[in-house]
């Protein structure tokens, strides 16, 4: 997510030329685009980083549902 909003600042800080932004290159924030695509499409999920925060979030939810069941029955 962090790369997303820096793709979104430096488009904004190029497009409304500010500062030394407005001599940076369109083509390193196209990069940066075309590597927030290689990430989240093919690295991410061959890593198992997509499924690793959804399995932690079960497991909390899990182990709630374990916790509320032991104090029902004392």
């Excluded at 909003?5 to 500010?18: D, G, K, T, W």
């Excluded at 932004?21 to 927030?36: C, D, K, P, Q």
């Amino acid at each position: 997510m962090p790369i997303i909003l820096l793709i979104v600042a430096l488009c904004a800080l190029r497009y409304f030329e500010v500062w030394k932004f407005a001599e940076l290159s369109w083509w390193w924030i196209v990069g940066l685009m075309a590597f927030a695509f290689l990430w989240f499409e093919y690295l991410e999920p061959m890593f198992g980083l997509d499924k690793r925060k959804a399995h932690n979030e079960d497991e909390k939810r899990r182990q709630a549902r374990v916790k509320q069941s032991f104090d029902k029955k004392k």
